[in-house]
């Protein structure tokens, strides 16, 4: 075993034990930590692996979120049923964009900014959508917390903690064996140089919309989660792009295309955010929006001190 | 607004996100300027530009000059922390109730052809075309301006003449955020403002600008009547909450088959 899959092991076997030791706001820290580990997980393939940037990813949270929570509200249907729909209708929902996107040899800036518009473009359809609760929101029924009702994902913190452990390993699994694949390497040619990857015969539409369909899927997932975790769903919060921002964040901050950089970014940001709002309570600074311009000051710091993120200092570091 | 987002970008080609948190700022300029002086809102458009021009100068030099050869996203982060700072900075001071400006003409109007126009809204428009023509005149007949125009057409051949280019980089986002600085004096008769105001108003600066074309100024001005008419039809014929859908998906089809928007050059 070299070093870096022991220091992984470890880290895993801590992960497990954590509920153990921790209480009920550190293991909700923790799920909210893996939550932004995973999704950050899902952009990643498409911008560190492919360089497709998008600033729309909320748009599959709030999609595969609105489309299990519907089929459970309306139908009883449990979220196994509905992640599969969830799943369908997000990379259905990418490769249209993908498709538009890349026939037309939209890219950079522009393809990023047609991520935003159809991201505001659904909002604001569902703002309009009276079957699924409109702006007012679509509740779900908060069932009794204290036993594990996994065929309709009801039950305790410790049970969410635990699931978006398992997706998250199962993402770490898959993105380190898309990137040692043949479509890994394809996409790597495809962000350093989409011309010359063409020029190699490599043909850049399909591997571009392969990438958006993994993501887009990955994201349906955290999409569903997100709806049984919190129980309710407004379409000004799911799909508003400072959820996208949010997704991008952890990537950006950890290390973009590296596997560990969207996990340590979720950490990182999670804590910081966090602990300046500990910090400000211990010191009696009771001040509206103080907390975020804390939060702009690192951001702005890490982005010009540390432009390739944080993973790959501290992988160099650590000689991982 | 959407002019001063267009000008950073077809000059500088960083894409703006703090744009219209920068608007808010000098909104709350003229309002405390009002609150403090008695300066009308139209008066304030001076001081106001002078000081974003200053503003938009350092922060062109200080902060994004360096990152000029970054990676897009890298810019993109940049300019979203700054406007993080920028919104939550005026949450501390000026907290999140909404603050105004009363004007004793802000109801009168005036009657052409039948149609009533409010008073605050004409002299609004009358200021954004003013700024306009400045812009325009700038461009086409001073050294600097030329010179500018260099640095967009051809970066490398800029620097090959000997041109300084991040002056004038510099000079360029000092002069988008005066266009700034104007439609947010000129906004404040209009409507309320409160710090999440910018977000909002970023992003319909970036769909007025693409439905243009990105770096062309008349592009900016065609673009902000085109969506003003459609949301104000749309706003009419279906729902006045349906309204921003119209943009956005004007907005998408402008991207798929126009890119480079109406007015808009090919790079």
């Given at each position: 075993m070299s070093r870096a899959q022991a220091s992984l092991a470890v880290l895993g076997a801590a992960l497990v034990a954590f509920p153990f030791i921790a209480g009920n706001y550190a293991l909700s820290v923790a799920t909210l930590i893996l939550y932004f580990a995973y999704t950050g997980q899902a952009w990643n393939v498409m911008?560190?692996?492919?360089?497709q940037l998008s600033l729309g990813h909320a748009l599959y949270v709030g999609v595969g979120a609105y489309a299990a929570a519907g089929l459970f509200y309306h139908y009883g249907l449990g979220p196994w049923a509905g992640l599969w729909l969830a799943i369908l209708l997000c990379v259905a929902m990418g490769l249209i964009v993908g498709f538009l996107a890349f026939r037309f040899g939209i890219s950079g800036v522009y393809f990023a900014l047609l991520t935003i518009a159809f991201a505001e473009f659904t909002r604001i359809g569902f703002d309009h959508l009276d079957w699924l609760g409109g702006p007012g929101g679509l509740f779900l029924k908060v069932a009794?917390?204290?036993?594990?009702d996994l065929a309709n994902f009801r039950g305790p913190p410790l049970m969410y903690y635990y699931a978006m452990l398992a997706l998250c390993f199962l993402a770490l699994l898959l993105c380190s064996r898309l990137l040692g694949s043949k479509a890994g390497y394809y996409w790597q040619a495809i962000r350093e140089d989409e011309e010359a990857a063409q020029a190699l015969g490599i043909n850049t539409f399909r591997w571009k919309m392969l990438a958006v369909a993994i993501s887009s899927a990955m994201t349906a997932v955290s999409g569903v989660f997100f709806a049984f975790y919190y129980n309710n769903l407004f379409p000004e919060q799911i799909f508003h792009i400072s959820r996208s921002i949010e997704i991008i964040l952890g990537p950006i901050i950890g290390?973009?295309?590296?596997?560990?950089g969207p996990i340590l970014g979720a950490a990182l940001l999670t804590l910081l955010s966090d602990g300046i709002t500990d910090g400000l309570a211990a010191l009696g600074w009771?001040?509206?929006?103080i907390k975020q311009v804390f939060y702009g000051v690192v951001l702005l710091a890490v982005i010009m001190f540390l432009p390739n993120g944080v993973w790959p200092y501290i992988a160099k570091r650590l000689k991982l | 607004m959407a002019l001063g987002l267009s000008v950073i970008f077809g000059v500088?080609?960083?894409?703006?996100?703090a744009h219209g948190e920068m608007m808010t700022v000098a909104m709350y300029a003229a309002t405390v300027l009002f609150a403090g002086l008695g300066l009308d809102p139209f008066l304030s458009i001076i001081p106001v530009a002078v000081a974003f021009f200053f503003f938009g100068y350092a922060l062109q030099r200080a902060l994004i000059n360096p990152f000029i050869t970054r990676p897009e996203h890298s810019q993109f982060m940049l300019l979203l922390a700054v406007a993080l700072i920028i919104v939550n900075g005026l949450l501390m001071i000026f907290g999140p109730s909404a603050r105004s400006v009363q004007v004793d003409y802000q109801l009168e109007s005036f009657e052409i052809g039948g149609i009533l126009v409010d008073k605050a809204r004409l002299y609004a428009a009358l200021a954004a075309v003013a700024t306009a023509a400045g812009l325009f005149a700038f461009f086409r007949t001073t050294r600097a301006g030329k010179a500018i125009r260099a640095c967009a057409d051809n970066h490398l051949g800029a620097l090959v003449v000997g041109l300084d280019v991040k002056k004038l980089y510099a000079l360029t986002f000092g002069l988008g955020a005066v266009c700034v600085a104007v439609a947010g004096c000129a906004m404040v008769l209009l409507v309320d403002v409160t710090p999440p105001l910018g977000p909002a108003y970023t992003l319909l600066a970036f769909v007025i600008v693409i439905v243009g074309g990105l770096g062309s100024m008349p592009g900016a001005l065609l673009g902000g009547v085109l969506i003003g008419v459609s949301e104000a039809l749309a706003g009419l014929l279906v729902a006045p909450s349906a309204k921003g859908m119209f943009s956005f998906g004007l907005l998408i089809l402008i991207l798929l088959f126009r890119p480079q928007g109406l007015l808009g050059k090919r790079d």
């Open positions: 911008m560190g692996f492919a360089g009794q917390r204290d036993t594990w290390g973009i295309g590296t596997l560990f009771e001040i509206p929006g | 500088v080609r960083v894409v703006n996100f």
